[in-house]
């Protein structure tokens, strides 16, 4: 029904910066919640940030905002997570994921309907 292809991802040093983008097809997201996750190895997979399709709303970790920003380019059907000032402890695969539905809770994984494969991005210290 939905496809999520995230790309994007790959070796950085530490500070400096990637963006990922998450290309979405099999209908329009107009209502659509759109998230970003990531998941170490061994650890649980964690909230990022999560923007509506539509609309300027936007959701951060704490931990994240002010490094990374979530955007959109409805033409495209992309999403995208611009991070910056990256740290070794980002090194994970990161995760798109949408929710056809407004989530109760935007940062809960379990509120998200469709995700994509993955990207993995590693920090080197």
């Known amino acids: 029904q939905v496809q999520l292809v995230e790309s994007g991802g790959g070796l950085v040093q530490a500070g400096g910066s990637l963006r990922l983008s998450c290309a979405a097809s099999?209908?329009?997201?107009?209502?659509?919640?759109m998230g970003w996750f990531r998941q170490a190895p061994g650890k649980e997979r964690e909230f990022v940030a999560a923007?509506?399709?539509?609309?300027?709303?936007?959701y951060y970790a704490d931990s994240k905002k002010g490094r990374f920003t979530i955007s959109r380019d409805n033409d495209k059907n992309t999403v995208y997570l611009q991070m910056n000032s990256l740290k070794p402890e980002d090194t994970a695969v990161y995760y798109c994921?949408?929710?056809?539905?407004?989530?109760?809770?935007?940062?809960?994984?379990?509120?998200?309907?469709?995700w994509g494969q993955g990207t993995q991005v590693t920090v080197s210290s």
């Open positions: 994921a949408a929710d056809r539905a407004y989530p109760a809770a935007w940062g809960t994984l379990t509120e998200y309907d469709y």
């Open positions: 099999g209908r329009t997201f107009s209502n659509y919640a």
């Open positions: 923007r509506a399709w539509s609309g300027s709303s936007t």
